[in-house]
């Protein structure tokens, strides 16, 4: 496994498609109680490429996929997705990209308690995120979930839910896919399960993908580890 990190303009110009980052600041709060959740960071993640963010709870790992996500403007420095930045659009506009590029997987799967897994894909179709490439059903197939997929939530376990939600976030054929702390509520076999998928299913879809997590244990199928702490990213 290799551990690194994005750290000057040369070597993050390679990325044109995939997530860029680039000195990017981020600062939270008023006067006396203002925190530098992200402090100067570069990083750079390309298409087909898993990257995994570990460190501490506080070390900024949720800022940062925020400001990846297009969620939180940073104070300073660029973001860069599909070979776009991102950085200075306005609200109506980041949240277009948002619908248009970026996915997300929560912890839980983030599934609507009605809908069986199959229409929480459909659900994609309806906001203008169905991919050409994808319909649900070969998906689903896809993460093992074909045999479920009438099933709704409360139906599934935890390491089910979290299929279905990275098939979700994939519907829509994103540039960027970002997730946080997929193997949370998992067991040791079911967290293995799951960023094993993650990272076939990113190189399939030549998608760029941040994942932030406290689990050591799944790093070995990412293709790079980088560490945080106290707002910035190291080897």
Known sequence: MTITAASNAESTDENTEGLLLEGVTLRLGDGDATVTALDDVSISVRPGELVAVVGPSGAGKSSLLAVAGALTVPDSGVV??????????????????RRDHIGFVFQSGNLLGALTATDQLRMMTHLGRGGRRHDP???????????KADRRPHQLSGGERQRVGIARALMGEPTV????????????????????LLARETRRSDVATMMVTHDHDVLEYCDRTVQMTDGRLSE
């Not at 070969?138 to 045999?147: K, Q, T, Y």
């Not at 896919?177 to 799951?194: C, G, K, M, N, Q």
Request: hydrophobic share 40%; proline share 2%; aromatic share 2%.
């Open 177 to 196: 896919l970002l997730v946080d702390e997929p193997t949370a509520a998992l067991d040791r076999a079911r967290s293995h399960e799951i960023v094993r």
């Open 137 to 147: 059903q070969r998906l689903l197939e896809e993460v093992g979930m074909a045999d």
């Open 80 to 97: 860069r997705a599909g070979g776009r930045d991102i950085t200075g659009l306005s609200r109506r506009a980041r949240a277009r990209f």
